[in-house]
């Protein structure tokens, strides 16, 4: 805080800091309650038998935003483990991670770090189907990639390790970077496993599709079931609600502080007015008693006895009003005659 009251440039910017932080996560959190509540408004279909009559008799042979449950069936072709034998499936992703160890300047450790240097993700179009098998319709998922929790089965993942030799690592002490290896993985979207599809679901000719929905409303494809895949959205909500509430309460806090420094100085500044004020009403009252007239006391004359020359300067409130005698004279506790500040340091100045 500045003596002059206004806010120091560090207390406002941590103050617009805070709010525009508090304001990103509001809104992550905003959207993020919204997909819950969307999720929760969502209508349950069950995939039996009369689908297609329920479908049809929808306004555009379509449920805008529906959950689905079934089984992972191909349609045509299927996709092979390149490194399982026997294991099928639909999506399948492909994914080298290159990992590494850098040196940290300002923590003088070294850190683990992974980056992606290859993903290839492929699907061949595929259809959740019912449980009971007597039930024929299935449900076409057009677009799957588009959806978000996909959370795919690993199927596969092996660690090829950087051969090191005495020459390389010298050179990573000196780059600062000690590469560790590649890790390659291979995660599938297996036949047979069952998925929640949340979409928008409609009536194509005489095919069922689930698709990613209108605009604001998130396209799923998950493992695991709706009640598990709505509490993994609720948790992420909440935990956005959460930091979104910290990050304003250190908003609110710097705040306060702001305006509380500023009452406090405000309040000091009006009594020190007030002390001033009767310090004069007193000393004109004692320049009467004196029968000294007012234009007659000099300039530069000691406020108390009136007629010698001023040489102290107090510490911390800096007031120069007294002579070395009056100083002396004050009563302990010593305070400033002026402003009623305690009197630390006494400084003597000298006028030549
Ligand atoms: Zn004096
Ligand atoms: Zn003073």
Same mark, same amino acid.
């Given at each position: 805080?500045?003596?002059? +009251?206004?806010?120091?440039?560090?207390?406002?910017?941590?103050?617009?800091?805070?709010? *525009?932080?508090?304001?990103?996560?509001?809104?992550?959190?905003?959207?993020? #309650?919204?997909?819950?509540?969307?999720?929760?408004? #969502?209508?349950? &279909?069950?995939?039996?038998?009369?689908?297609?009559?329920?479908?049809? $008799?929808?306004? +555009?042979?379509?449920?805008?935003?529906?959950?689905?449950?079934?089984?992972?069936?191909?349609?045509?072709?299927?996709?092979?483990?390149?490194?399982?034998?026997?294991?099928?499936? =639909?999506?399948?992703?492909?994914?080298?991670?290159?990992?590494?160890?850098?040196?940290? %300047?300002?923590?003088?450790?070294?850190?683990?770090?992974?980056?992606?240097?290859?993903?290839?993700?492929?699907? =061949?179009?595929?259809?959740?189907?019912?449980?009971?098998?007597?039930?024929?319709?299935?449900?076409?998922?057009?677009?799957?990639?588009?959806?978000?929790?996909?959370?795919?089965?690993?199927?596969? $993942?092996?660690?090829?390790?950087?051969?090191?030799?005495?020459?390389?690592?010298?050179?990573?002490?000196?780059?600062?970077?000690?590469?560790?290896?590649?890790?390659?993985?291979? $995660?599938?979207?297996?036949?047979?496993?069952?998925?929640?599809?949340?979409? !928008?679901?409609?009536?194509?000719?005489?095919?069922?599709?689930?698709?990613?929905?209108?605009?604001?409303?998130?396209?799923?494809?998950?493992?695991?079931?709706?009640?598990?895949?709505?509490?993994?959205?609720?948790?992420?909500?909440?935990?956005?609600?959460?930091?979104? +509430?910290? /990050? +304003?309460?250190?908003?609110?806090?710097?705040?306060?502080? &702001?305006?509380?420094?500023?009452?406090?100085? %405000?309040?000091?500044?009006?009594?020190?007015?007030?002390?001033?004020? !009767?310090?004069?009403?007193?000393?004109?009252?004692?320049?009467?008693?004196?029968? =000294?007239?007012?234009?007659?006391?000099?300039?530069?004359?000691?406020?108390?006895?009136?007629?010698?020359?001023?040489?102290?300067?107090?510490?911390?409130?800096?007031?120069?009003?007294? /002579?070395?005698?009056?100083?002396?004279?004050?009563?302990?506790?010593?305070?400033?005659?002026? /402003?009623? *500040?305690?009197?630390?340091?006494?400084?003597?100045?000298?006028?030549?």
């Amino acid at each position: 805080m500045e003596s002059s +009251g206004r806010p120091s440039t560090a207390q406002v910017l941590l103050l617009a800091t805070s709010s *525009a932080v508090t304001a990103v996560l509001y809104s992550v959190y905003r959207k993020k #309650a919204a997909t819950v509540n969307r999720l929760r408004e #969502a209508k349950k &279909i069950s995939l039996e038998q009369d689908l297609k009559n329920i479908l049809s $008799e929808a306004p +555009g042979k379509c449920v805008p935003y529906a959950v689905i449950e079934g089984v992972v069936r191909s349609v045509k072709e299927t996709l092979n483990s390149q490194f399982v034998d026997n294991c099928k499936g =639909v999506i399948q992703r492909l994914t080298l991670r290159e990992k590494k160890m850098v040196w940290n %300047r300002t923590t003088h450790l070294w850190n683990d770090r992974e980056k992606i240097i290859h993903q290839r993700t492929t699907t =061949v179009p595929f259809d959740l189907c019912s449980h009971d098998d007597s039930v024929t319709v299935s449900v076409r998922v057009v677009r799957p990639l588009e959806a978000s929790e996909t959370n795919l089965e690993t199927t596969y $993942e092996t660690f090829h390790p950087t051969v090191q030799s005495l020459g390389n690592i010298i050179g990573h002490f000196i780059s600062g970077e000690r590469p560790q290896g590649i890790r390659e993985t291979e $995660e599938m979207l297996r036949l047979g496993e069952c998925v929640t599809g949340v979409g !928008e679901l409609v009536l194509d000719n005489s095919l069922v599709k689930l698709q990613p929905p209108k605009q604001g409303l998130r396209f799923f494809l998950s493992r695991q079931d709706y009640a598990a895949l709505l509490a993994k959205q609720e948790r992420s909500a909440r935990l956005w609600r959460l930091l979104a +509430g910290l /990050c +304003g309460l250190a908003a609110c806090a710097t705040l306060f502080y &702001i305006l509380w420094r500023q009452w406090t100085l %405000r309040r000091k500044q009006q009594k020190e007015r007030c002390a001033l004020q !009767e310090f004069k009403e007193e000393q004109r009252r004692r320049m009467r008693e004196l029968e =000294v007239d007012e234009d007659a006391v000099p300039s530069g004359a000691c406020s108390i006895c009136l007629s010698a020359q001023r040489t102290c300067a107090f510490l911390e409130c800096g007031h120069v009003c007294t /002579c070395e005698p009056c100083y002396q004279a004050l009563p302990p506790p010593k305070k400033c005659p002026i /402003c009623r *500040a305690p009197i630390h340091r006494v400084v003597p100045l000298y006028n030549s």
